[in-house]
Nanobody, 124 residues
Framework: QVQLVESGGGLVQAGGSLRLSCAASGRTSSGFIMAWFRQATGKEREFVVGIRRSDGYTYYADSVRGRFTVSGDSAKNTVYLQMNSLKPEDAAVYYC?????????????????WGQGTQVTVSS
């Protein structure tokens, strides 16, 4: 089993920045894909970014590429999401997810483990 705990959400003005963290525990290994998804009120959960732990390969959704940056700290078993130039449409509950594998996929059902989510609110 793998446990994921997100933190770092909050309220920020449009144009501002936030950094989310996802601490993983349990049966983690380098053979994991870690990802961030988000779900706005009334919308489906959508992929934001994924990172392959073995080599740091990343894949971003078009909507966040150039504004968001994902990184990992293997020693702390933590993945970070630095979000800059935030827009009102970025407001959502952000979820950390993990799957065993070598491919970063943008499909919700392909992820086996999920955190509880952290709220990001962006005021205009």
């Amino acid at each position: 089993q793998v446990q994921l705990v997100e933190s770092g959400g909050g309220l920020v003005q449009a144009g501002g920045s936030l950094r989310l963290s996802c601490a993983a525990s349990g049966r983690t290994s380098s053979g994991f894909i870690m990802a961030w998804f988000r779900q706005a009120t009334g919308k489906e959960r959508e992929f934001v970014v994924g990172i392959r732990r073995s080599d740091g390969y990343t894949y971003y959704a078009d909507s966040v590429r150039g504004r968001f940056t994902v990184s990992g700290d293997s020693a702390k078993n933590t993945v970070y999401l630095q979000m800059n130039s935030l827009k009102p449409e970025d407001a959502a509950v952000y979820y950390c997810a993990a799957r065993v594998g070598i491919t970063v996929v943008a499909v919700t059902r392909r992820y086996d483990y999920w955190g509880q989510g952290t709220q990001v609110t962006v005021s205009s």
